[in-house]
T-cell receptor
């Protein structure tokens, strides 16, 4: 069974450009999450989808970030325009059921973003 | 102040030693506690999940939770070089849907 896959694995873009990160969750997982880790900080929650609906987007830093999950399958996270402080690693994760009660959540390997 | 504090290390131990890791947290709303292992350039991988105060054992790994002190621990017995990684504690509030992570402790097990 394929795990959570993310693309691209690495991306270097200039300040002001746009980057779109893609996440393919484990097949059948309705719950999809985005997290990120910026330099020197801990991994932080960005948002949570249940199927195609945004369940919680309280962690999205500002309106330069847009996440979508059309059709409830894969998800994209677009950063437009990118700023230097957006550099970091963006993790996608998925789970069969919501992660309350300790249900297992599976992480992808991350998309490493460098804004120069 | 961070909600979850974790010493970044690095923690270097000889092969076969016990690795002792811990996190403290400030919010008593956290009810579920996890330990993740993350190898370089990989995503976090769940090692242990605990809910109640006390110990939970799984092979060479033991997780402890002390809710009264807001303190959680992970012990790795008979450590191996393959245990060299960053270990992250994470926790969830009751009915919550998002993990709150510590900053991670880098562990190096030397052969």
């Amino acid at each position: 069974e394929a795990g959570v896959t993310q693309f691209p694995s690495h991306s270097v873009i200039e300040k002001g450009q746009t980057v779109t990160l893609r996440c393919d969750p484990i097949s059948g997982h309705d719950n999809l999450y985005w997290y990120r880790r910026v330099m020197g900080k801990e991994i932080k929650f960005l948002l949570h989808f249940v199927k195609e609906s945004k369940q919680d987007e309280s962690g999205m830093p500002n309106n330069r970030f847009l996440a979508e999950r059309t059709g409830g399958t894969y998800s994209t996270l677009k950063v437009q325009p990118a700023e230097l402080e957006d550099s970091g690693v963006y993790f996608c994760a998925s789970s069969l059921v919501a992660i309350g009660s300790g249900n297992t959540i599976y992480f992808g390997e991350g998309s490493w973003l460098t804004v120069v | 102040q961070k909600e979850v504090e974790q010493d970044p290390g690095p923690l270097s131990v000889p092969e076969g030693a016990i690795v002792s890791l811990n996190c403290t947290y400030s919010n008593s709303a956290f009810q579920y506690f996890m330990w993740y292992r993350q190898y370089s350039r990989k995503g976090p991988e769940l090692l242990m999940y605990t809910y109640s105060s006390g110990n939970k054992e799984d092979g060479r790994f033991t997780a402890q939770v002390d809710k009264s002190s807001k303190y959680i621990s992970l012990f790795i017995r008979d450590s191996q070089p393959s245990d060299s990684a960053t270990y992250l504690c994470a926790m969830i509030k009751a009915a919550g849907n998002k993990l709150t992570f510590g900053g991670g402790t880098r562990v190096l097990v030397k052969p």
